[in-house]
């Protein structure tokens, strides 16, 4: 059963008794005046640490890389 947004906003298919519901304003929190972003919950430190622990990680590889580099080429000339 199928019907329309003005009806119910649900939509079901095939027989289904489920359905996606779309209200207008859904998840919306506050009246807002649409010139700042949805609150996520995340805050400023946890983005700074997550890419801190990404640019060492990648250091990190980039230097095991050369060491490994290094050994087979002070290997070969050996």
Known sequence: ????????ATSGGSGSTGGTTTTAGAGATGGGNGTELANTGSDSSSTTLI???AVALFALGGGA??????????????
């Open 1 to 8: 059963m199928v019907f329309t947004a003005k009806e119910g």
């Open 65 to 78: 890389f050369l060491v490994v580099r290094r050994r087979k080429s002070a290997g070969l000339a050996a």
């Open 51 to 53: 890419t801190g622990g």
